[in-house]
């Protein structure tokens, strides 16, 4: 079974949806054919191995409100076929990448978070967020409360799993 994980963003970056993500990837490493898609912070691809895993950076344009322009990930999800395609919202970037590029597999997606700050942008890019996680087959959210407080996930409740942040404890 092969899996992508699919992120704005990736380590060496730091930060907690970039942690999450890498945790996910090296904890999915011995069980499943795992790679990572992520923008990467200049305007070249890059692919490289981390921690054992293939990670594939692609060119970056800059940003648009935290937002990566990265015009290079529909190609590589139409060139990546995975059996589930894990996204990490949010991340407009890899989601209008996966409803153009219409991969075969299972979609997964992590809601990390509403958007929040961008809000005369949400009301553009709503269309778009809804219809992707319509098409989601599950949508994993941190807590209860999230899914009841969020009005995009409220509407696609029953594709959704409560499954905790947490860290893995030393054996």
């Known amino acids: 079974m092969k899996v992508l994980q699919v992120n704005k963003l990736y380590y060496p970056h730091i930060g907690g949806v970039e942690n999450v993500v890498r945790m996910y990837a090296v904890g999915l490493r ?6 990572v898609l992520a923008a990467n912070e200049s305007p070249r691809t890059v692919v490289e ?6 990670v594939t950076k692609v060119a970056s344009l800059g940003r648009l409100r935290s937002t990566p322009l990265a015009p ?18 949010p991340n407009p970037t890899g989601e209008l990448a996966y409803l153009i590029a219409r ?19 949400l009301k553009a890019y709503r269309p778009f967020l809804e219809k992707f996680l319509d098409r989601a087959d599950r ?3 941190s807590s209860p409360n999230l899914i009841n407080s969020s009005p995009f996930l409220r509407r696609v409740k029953d594709k959704c799993t409560v ?9």
């Open 103 to 121: 991969p075969r597999g299972k979609l997964v997606v992590t809601y990390h978070s509403d958007i929040i700050r961008q809000k005369v942008l």
């Open 30 to 35: 011995g069980s499943v054919d795992v790679e």
């Open 139 to 141: 949508i994993i959210a």
């Open 163 to 171: 499954i905790p942040f947490s860290v893995p404890s030393s054996k």
């Open 49 to 54: 191995e981390i921690d054992g895993i293939k």
């Open 72 to 89: 290079g990930f529909v190609s590589r999800l139409k060139r990546t076929p995975s059996d589930i395609y894990h996204l990490h919202f």
